[in-house]
């Protein structure tokens, strides 16, 4: 988790360094004039072309149709520029300081569906720009849309999304943003899922049964540190001390990692502790992880 955090971390600056250099290049060219209200108004306050950030500013905000009067490398370095800005934004959102909740312990399926939700609105407005009839065909084209099975992950559903993106952009002609969208979604998708295995746990029921469930207890929870699981006691019955050899039990609720297998952590537990006699395992039934 600690270079996962890491590379969050550089790539967030990595990204708000780009969107700057991106800005500062962009202010030292001459921005065509669409129509006569622009140049009157770059006319009137001419002060305004002195700043580079509230250029910048205006040419991320312009018309779609100022795309037509760029360079094919200029338009695409616009393009990544504002999914660059989408993620950002939606990224501060998807993870938000929130009482009582680790930052990095939260949901992941969700913060990822948020960052990809925002790229996929971005790159559809960009889409439509300023036709009302694309607006109407790529609502139509959505509705076709259907989910008959039950999609484990939420972020392949705008997997599926950006393709529509995709689709509509090589239909319309926009070529440099199809690629352009492409190629971020696929370098946005390495980032989110860099590391995953290690963010996925499996809710999990350990049962245990013991001769002795103080020293087993003890056992258990240098284990579960040892191995930084998330446990916690949900059933605890001692065995009967007036009659010999009798059993009692433990039960668990733990969220075990996709690197740990359930059999390798009961051999771990039987040779830790001679006192356990069985060891069961099983998926507690509010259980999300993607071997549901």
Known sequence: MGNSRRLVMVAVVGGVLLALVLMLNRSGTPQPANNSNTAAIAT?????????FINAANDVVSSNTQFESM???????????????????????????????????????????????AVVA??????????????????AAASLVRFRTNIRD?????????????????????????LALCLFALALLWLLEFNEGESIFRSMELTIKTTNTDRTQQVLQKIFRRRKIDAEVRELDPPDPEKEGSTGSIVYYLNLPLSLRTDSMSDRILRADPNVEKIQWSKTKSANDIYQ
């Open 44 to 52: 009137a306050s001419p002060s305004t072309s002195d700043n580079p």
């Open 71 to 117: 360079s094919r490398s200029e338009a695409g370095l616009q393009i990544i520029l504002r999914l660059l800005f989408a993620v950002i934004l939606s990224g501060v959102l998807a993870f938000r300081p929130r009482k009582d909740v680790p930052l990095f312990r939260r949901s992941l399926f969700v913060s990822q569906t948020q960052i990809l939700l």
């Open 122 to 139: 971005a790159a559809l407005m960009m889409v439509v720009g300023d036709s009302a009839a694309r607006a109407f065909a790529i609502f």
């Open 154 to 178: 939420p972020k392949e559903i705008t997997v599926l999304l950006i393709s529509l993106a995709l689709g509509l952009a090589a239909g319309v002609g926009r070529w440099e943003l199809g």
